[in-house]
């Protein structure tokens, strides 16, 4: 076990965040199995928009879907970090694994991609590997901001929302995809991601915890 | 009341509770850092004889992290440098008049709210990970060295992906970039951080 530093407070903080065997072998298997399934989701994701020309608005109401890499090992482990950990191992294993079926755009499984400046390609990372990492980080704050220790209905909303609102910087500011002429499509869009990750995606945590740790939930 | 009745008032979820003052600071930091990152950081790095187009420029990187961690360093609340970066990007934007970008998407141009609003954000946010994850129970230097990186590494995300200013500069002066961002944000930023919460916090030892 390693040394805990304490603080002047008398809070305990370790340098493995309190992990043990099972949550590394929890958060490896959620974050590799979540990536195939986001690497088969890229491909629906697209058939959905492309082919059968979906509204990118209403569509996202399914985007909690993204989350669960994350959402998944979090609820059922509760450790500091999982939902980090988790949600970027499957961002890695989506842009580096899996055959490309279809023309998916920015969502290939590919480590690299080209960025144009000017007429000019550079090799950058997948973006959305990054997008991963974040979509991960913004739950874990609000999970952290509530010590770890809250995980009922609320706090997993409050998480999805913070995930939902990232998700939407992310979508104008990395990979541009939200970036509309409409401005119906545009607001509406931040509206499902709200309720998409926040209301169904957090709802989705909140259910597999309750499932994981009914009857063993510590009282504050 | 002394600072080491402060640092003990804990929510029940065992984190540093928020206190009107913590606002305040956090407010007011966000604000002064808002005008400096407008007014008086760019002559700063102009006068230091780097521009954007130099890879060593990185190496006054760090100034663009202070008003973050100097939250972070004087309040130890929760979210503070998240709070104070997002403020300080925001407002430096709001008063440079160049609020917007242009994004060309398909051949047309749109117009977004300026990246570096963002950029503040991924800032604040890698920089205050490694806290959260310790549940902003520890305060040792070296947790502000893993904080610097992080913020670092955040800054040159989003130099690549947000404001692509560093996608011209082949891979080698990338990792440079990275390098001189976490040296000069470890010096600039953490040392100064962690020094005031140890002057604030822990100030009752000899």
Redesign the interface.
């Known amino acids: 076990m390693e040394k805990a530093a304490t603080n002047r407070s008398g809070r305990q903080s370790s340098l493995w965040f309190g992990w043990t065997a099972r949550d590394w072998a929890v958060v490896l298997i959620c974050g590799v199995a979540f990536g195939l399934i986001y690497r088969l989701w890229d491909d629906l994701y697209t058939v959905m928009l492309v082919e059968w020309g979906w509204n990118l608005a209403p569509t996202s109401l399914i985007n909690g879907m993204w989350f669960m890499g994350g959402f998944v090992p979090a609820a059922i482990t509760r450790k500091p970090g999982a939902c980090l950990f988790g949600e970027s191992l499957a961002a890695l294993v989506e842009v580096t694994v899996g055959p490309y079926t279809i023309d998916v755009g920015d969502f290939g499984p590919e480590i690299y991609r080209t960025v144009y400046i000017a007429g000019q390609g550079y090799p950058v990372f997948n973006m959305v590997l990054y997008v991963g990492i974040l979509e991960g980080l913004a739950p874990e704050y609000v999970l952290g901001w509530f010590g770890y220790r809250r995980w009922d209905w609320m706090v997993w909303v409050l998480a999805g929302a913070a995930g939902g609102l990232i998700e939407f910087c992310t979508g104008i500011w990395m990979t541009h995809y939200y970036v509309f002429e409409s401005t119906w499509t545009f607001w509406g869009l931040l509206l499902t991601s709200l309720i998409g990750v926040g209301l169904i995606g957090g709802s989705v945590a909140w259910a597999v915890g309750r499932l994981v740790w009914r009857g063993k939930e510590e009282r504050i | 009341m002394s600072a ?1 009745a402060q ?2 008032e ?6 540093p509770r928020w206190r009107v003052s913590d606002v305040l600071w956090v407010a007011a930091i966000g604000l002064i850092g808002g005008l400096l990152y407008r007014f008086v950081f760019p002559a700063v790095t102009a006068a230091c004889g780097v521009g954007e187009t130099q890879p060593w420029s990185s190496l006054t990187n760090g100034v663009w992290m202070l008003a973050g961690f100097i939250a972070l360093g004087i309040t130890r609340r ?2 503070s440098m ?1 709070i104070a970066e997002s403020l300080a990007a925001l407002l430096s934007v709001l008063l440079s008049g160049q609020t917007h970008a242009e ?1 060309e ?1 398909a051949g ?1 141009t ?1 117009m ?2 300026h ?1 570096l609003v ?1 950029t503040g ?2 800032q604040g ?1 890698g920089g ?2 490694i806290f ?4 902003y ?4 230097f070296g947790v502000w060295l893993i904080s610097a990186a992080g913020c670092a590494w955040f800054s040159y ?1 989003s130099g ?3 404001t ?1 200013c560093y ?2 500069f082949p891979a080698t002066v990338q990792v440079g970039i990275f390098l001189g961002t976490f040296l000069s944000t470890a010096v600039l930023c953490a040392l100064p951080a962690w020094w005031l919460g140890r002057r604030l ?2 100030s009752s030892r000899p």
């Open positions: 080491q640092n003990q804990l929510t029940r979820y065992g984190l929760p979210g998240i994004i998407l047309k749109r977004v709210l990246p963002f954000l991924l946010m205050e990970t959260c994850l310790l549940r129970a520890d305060w040792r995300i690549i992906y947000v692509k996608v011209l916090f822990e």
